[in-house]
């Protein structure tokens, strides 16, 4: 079947302009999820959605990073003004439910090249 | 949280058996110990996970202690497509913010040929 499809797989983009990046979860996976990996580093959790709302956006590093997912399925993550420091690999997951037990399932990712 | 310890690096022969350790000396009693790889240039995949008894899937098998403190990821049989970054992690079963996927380093898996 289908899996986590992102796009696009890689942006390079000029610094202080918009990006939007998109998530396609796998059809019925009601978590979804962003994260995103700077070089060498870890996973860096942003936003966990519950159907259409987000009840932990805590993860986001400034009011310059927003996201929205419509229709239960489809996620938009929207950076403004971006920033150097905005480079990195982000990474959308979504999961049946959201327990401690579920797998999460991770897109390609997209590549954020902020020059 | 509770935290986890993997060594930074592994090197293994194809068609080998690797072992890769995780100490968790910290874990709680409703953690369930997950494994995720990630290949170059991939999102991380989903491995195995268990909670006390050890555990077979078509990927792995996953051995815990008795006292929980760690576990080893074991793959039977290396292959080339096995080298990749495996991370050791730990989920509390309900509450809070579980859903939240923590990595640390991992260990870089290299499999010769």
């Known amino acids: 079947g289908a899996g986590v499809s992102q796009s696009p797989s890689n942006k390079v983009t000029e610094k202080g302009k918009d990006v939007e990046l998109r998530c396609d979860p796998i059809s019925g996976h009601t978590a979804l999820y962003w994260y995103r990996q700077s070089l060498g580093q870890g996973l860096e959790f942003l936003i966990y959605?519950?159907?259409?709302?987000?009840?932990?956006k805590s993860g986001l590093p400034s009011d310059r990073f927003s996201a929205e997912r419509t229709g239960g399925s489809v996620s938009t993550l929207t950076i403004q003004r971006t920033q150097q420091e905005d480079s990195a690999v982000y990474l959308c997951?979504?999961?049946?439910?959201?327990?401690?037990?579920?797998?999460?399932?991770f897109g390609p990712g997209t590549r954020l090249t902020v020059l | 949280d509770a935290k986890t310890t993997q060594p930074n690096s592994m090197e293994s022969n194809e068609e080998e058996p690797v072992h890769l350790p995780c100490n968790h000396s910290t874990i709680s009693g409703t953690d369930y110990i997950h494994w995720y790889r990630q290949l170059p240039s991939q999102g991380p995949e989903y491995v195995i996970h268990?909670?006390?008894s050890n555990v077979n899937n078509r990927m792995a098998s996953l051995a815990i202690a008795e006292d929980r403190k760690s576990s080893t990821l074991i793959l039977h049989r290396a292959t080339l497509r096995d080298a990749a970054v495996y991370y050791c992690?730990?989920?509390?079963?309900?509450?809070?913010?579980?859903?939240?996927?923590?990595f640390g380093k991992g260990t870089l898996l290299t499999v010769n040929p």
């Open positions: 268990g909670l006390t």
């Open positions: 997951a979504s999961s049946f439910s959201s327990g401690g037990t579920d797998t999460q399932y």
């Open positions: 992690i730990l989920r509390p079963n309900s509450g809070g913010s579980n859903y939240k996927l923590t």
């Open positions: 959605f519950q159907g259409n709302s987000a009840p932990d």
